[in-house]
């Protein structure tokens, strides 16, 4: 089995690659694998350390159709990983997220068909959905995105449902919930007030923290995706989910608790434009078929504090959000 694994220098995508290569999935353990990747701001050879020597990495963007022409052929699946995702930067400007989330996956897929590529797994995210009040998603919901990125990553979607049904393309869609877990870029919540926290700076929380999201560790992410890979039918939407719902304000707390800080660290900064207040997904799909999330949120979130503390020199070097100035008063109290 040879696979290319788009984005495996991210967060994400190098998680897949290090547990993959590591003998985390049964039957691959003899598995070639290709990372190809264009190492912006967030992919990070660092990442695959870890599993070094045992995969060819190929730099480059699944935009160049050229590149894809050359490397795709003999390979039997793709894991489609790549991808700009930050809401935050896409707010500021929506260009390169329309080009590698939109036009990357169009050219990606075109290079799979082309290639006569056995299966292909595209992973993307619950905010294609908009927000929901109350209740769950399923992967019929319509899809309602509100930031630049979620609506570039829409359109990806898209194409690669177009694909399956216009070309025959086996092709399959997961969209997942909040991620955490180490090596994630610290401009993510979780990493950055982390790493906030461990140098005793401020963290700044949106609005009025009531936003809610579902959180899962990387490792169950990669777990899902992996499960699709084996057994996604064509054309088909797969949702992953954890089992915690947190409001930000809850997930604050539970980090100050994992840091040791105090709500004094904590400053309130105005809401994100456009910020949707609820993500829930329904995943009773993946479920029936054999996934389930292993890794509790409080083990996790504990875990993943201590690997940020134990691995400075991964992340001190990286382009962090500056942290916010303090309140007169000192800060907010809780």
């Known amino acids: 089995m040879r696979l290319l694994v788009t984005g495996g220098a ?9 547990t993959l290569l590591s003998g985390g999935y049964p039957g691959y353990e003899d598995a ?3 990372v190809l990747d264009k190492l912006t701001y967030a992919g990070n050879p660092a990442n695959l350390a870890p599993v070094s020597g045992r995969f060819t ?9 050229g590149l894809l022409a050359d490397v795709l052929p003999g390979h039997d699946a793709v894991l489609n990983f790549a991808a700009e995702t930050h809401v935050d930067r896409s707010i500021a400007g929506a260009a390169e997220f329309v080009t590698a989330n939109v036009t990357g996956v169009q050219v990606l897929l075109d290079a799979c068909r082309d290639a006569r590529v056995g299966k292909v797994v595209h992973v993307s995210t619950d905010e294609v959905y908009g927000s929901i009040a109350a209740g769950s998603w399923t992967e019929d919901s319509p899809l309602d995105p509100n930031s630049p990125y979620a609506a570039a990553k829409a359109g990806g979607d898209l194409l690669a449902l177009a694909y399956a049904r216009t070309h025959g393309l086996d092709v399959s869609i997961t969209r997942c919930c909040n991620n955490y877990g180490p090596y994630q870029y610290p401009e993510k919540v979780i990493p950055l007030f982390a790493t906030n926290l461990i140098e005793h700076k401020p963290v700044p929380l949106y609005g009025d923290g009531g936003n809610v999201r579902d959180w899962i560790h990387v490792d169950d992410h990669c777990r899902g995706i992996h499960l699709v890979l084996e057994k ?11 089992d915690t719902e947190l409001t930000n304000r809850e997930l604050t707390a539970a980090i100050l608790a994992a840091c040791g800080a105090s709500w004094q660290m904590v400053v309130p900064v105005t809401d994100r434009k456009g910020h949707d207040r609820r993500y829930s997904l329904d995943d009773s799909l993946l479920r029936s078929m054999g996934y389930a999330p292993r890794i509790q949120f409080p083990d996790g979130l504990k875990a993943t504090v201590a690997w940020y503390a134990d691995n400075r020199h991964w992340w001190e070097p ?12 000192g800060g907010n109290e809780s």
């Open 57 to 65: 990495f190929v730099h480059g963007d699944i935009a160049d159709a």
């Open 32 to 34: 070639e694998v290709t």
């Open 232 to 242: 996604g039918a064509p054309g088909r939407v797969y949702h992953i989910n954890g």
């Open 318 to 329: 990286l382009d962090r959000p500056a942290p916010p100035a303090r309140p007169a008063d």
């Open 10 to 18: 991210g967060f994400i995508g190098s998680h897949y690659v290090r």
